[in-house]
């Protein structure tokens, strides 16, 4: 049974910092591409990052370049999201999800698409 389970969320300030994590267990981890994706209250899906299996390659939305970035540990099957300079408007349900490879941009945004999702965790942004 495959289970990604996120952690790590929680209410900060602005310009706060979180780190998120996804721990995969029935899934063999450093085979997939790895994605967080969040949904903000009344809001479709947005990508946010994802990860190549073995790491090297990564890529942000615009809204987030520059202030999250991604890593993966595959050694603990474990995926991470390091956020810093955190705004009002990044707060969201995140959601780690799994794809065998890299998703054209136009895709990352469907649920569809993905193989595996976790429940999510909370992201509050506020003073």
């Known amino acids: 049974q495959v289970q990604l389970v996120e952690s790590g969320g929680g209410l900060v300030q602005p310009g706060g910092s979180l780190r998120l994590s996804c721990a995969a267990s029935?899934?063999?981890?450093?085979?997939?591409?790895m994605y967080w994706v969040r949904q903000a209250p009344g809001k479709g899906l947005e990508w946010v990052s994802c990860?190549?299996?073995?790491?090297?390659?990564?890529y942000y939305a615009d809204s987030v370049k520059g202030r999250f970035t991604i890593s993966r540990d595959n050694a603990k099957n474990t995926l991470y999201l390091r956020m810093n300079s955190l705004k009002p408007e990044d707060t969201a349900l995140y959601y780690c999800a799994s794809y065998r490879t890299l998703l054209l941009h136009l895709y990352r945004n469907l649920p569809s698409k993905y193989d595996y999702w976790g429940q999510g965790t909370q992201v509050t942004v506020s003073s």
């Open positions: 990860i190549s299996t073995g790491g090297t390659s990564t």
């Open positions: 029935g899934v063999t981890f450093s085979s997939y591409w």
